[in-house]
């Protein structure tokens, strides 16, 4: 009996290992905002802030209809002249990944490797996003539990 709980203990501890191995760290940058930011990066940052307090619309693309999260990523990007994928998960999956978010880059959430959720990264800990129904563009604190957790990696295309 003793042989078979050694192995099992191991195992679990294994699979637990395992898991938390393929969880990326939300790794931050903010020296762009003390050295300086590129022209795209503050167009970027400027279209996300003109946007809080916009409602949420699933499937929103403008600032009158409403924005969902992907909405205002394309919304924030297209200002800087770059075209994003339509969703969340298409724009993980097509922007190249970067290890540390700087201002004006974006920041995936969701599980496995289906991002569900984008937010652009302003800084000081902080991004810009779209809730979810019954809500508003809004800033949160990205070292929040959850944020924490559904973390995917982060993408640019600004310099």
């Not at 499937?59 to 770059?82: N, W």
């Not at 569900?116 to 929040?144: E, F, S």
């Amino acid at each position: 009996m003793r042989t078979i709980r050694l192995p099992l203990c191991l195992l679990f501890i294994w699979v637990l290992l395992a898991g938390c191995a393929g969880h990326p760290t939300l790794d931050t940058d903010d020296t762009p905002l003390t050295k300086g930011l590129s022209s795209q990066r503050m167009q970027i940052l400027t279209v996300a802030k003109r946007n809080l307090g916009v409602g949420y619309k699933w499937g929103g693309t403008t600032r009158a209809g409403g924005l969902d999260c992907s909405g205002l990523a394309a919304l924030a990007y297209r200002a800087a002249g770059y075209t994003l994928p339509r969703s969340s998960n298409d724009q993980f999956h097509r922007m190249p990944r970067v290890s540390k978010a700087r201002p004006g880059d974006l920041m995936f959430f969701g599980s496995g490797s289906r991002a569900n959720h984008v937010g652009i990264y302003m800084g000081n800990n902080r991004m810009i996003h779209a809730p979810g129904r019954g809500r508003r563009v809004q800033a949160t604190n990205v070292t929040y539990g959850y944020w924490q957790s559904h973390y995917l990696g982060a993408g640019s295309l600004a310099p």
